[in-house]
């Protein structure tokens, strides 16, 4: 028995948890131009559009778009020992810019944080799709899929919505879903900022009966898109940590 949990410790040891044992550079963020005449005016040398959605924001009848670009550097893709062979470590950004007649784009909101980077080979790529980002009814929902391939029984989805109000994008709503795989305990949160309400709802997969709890927000501001930070790491009155 001491022998296996001997070379348990000694193979959590070995593992890779960071950028420090990976080696992963500090990316160096490009200063987003205000005005582009096309979408790829928005995109520095050294990156690339990963994906795009259209639709009208703003409500004048023009497509705008939003963007998620990621850098290019081949520093940043790694070999790490555990869970996968390779590892893309590279940064993204979040725009958004608005149609303007006679100036092509003109950028209303971003974020450097949003979607974090991928540090850490057993977690799945929490953009993996273009169709984890959408534009309906002037809304901007950006999802996010949080799990592990070793290292914990927790899965789940985070998601952002945001409405373009005083010329920023702000954020009016935030969806969190969480299942612990080797239970099977279900709990969800979700928040509108714009009535002041979060919704939990706590269950099990192998159940259909739920418990359904509402509370009031204490801080009901919109938040800008580059005050939320990583966004796998935002948590709203603790409401987040404080889930079943």
Partial sequence: ????????????????????????????????????????????????????????LDGDGRADVALVMRATDPAS?????????????????????????????????????????????????????????????????????????????AAGMTAYRFRLQDGQMLLIGFDYSYLRRNTGDISSLSINYLTGRAKIVVGRIDSEREQ????SLHDRRLRRMDEIGDGLMFDPEDLVSNLP
């Avoid at 080979?121 to 999802?143: K, W, Y």
């Avoid at 359904?212 to 509370?215: E, P, S, T």
Wanted: glycine share 8%; aromatic share 6%.
């Fill in 1 to 56: 028995m001491k022998r296996l949990v001997a070379l348990i410790v000694a193979v959590l040891a070995a593992a890779p948890t960071g950028a420090e044992e990976l080696q992963i550079p500090e990316p160096v963020y490009p200063l987003l131009a205000r005005t582009a005449e096309t979408v790829e005016g928005f995109v520095a040398e050294g990156w690339r559009i990963e994906a795009r959605t259209d639709g009208d």
């Fill in 77 to 153: 893709i790694l070999s790490p020992e555990m869970c996968e062979e390779r590892l893309d470590a590279n940064a993204r950004i979040v725009a958004v810019a608005l149609a303007r007649p006679g100036v092509g784009y003109e950028l209303a909101g971003d974020s450097l944080d949003l979607i974090p980077r991928r540090e850490n080979p057993c977690a799945v790529e929490h953009f993996a799709s273009p169709e984890q980002m959408t534009i309906e009814g002037g809304v901007l929902r950006i999802e996010m899929e949080r799990l592990m391939s070793m290292g914990s029984w």
């Fill in 212 to 215: 359904v709890r509402w509370v």
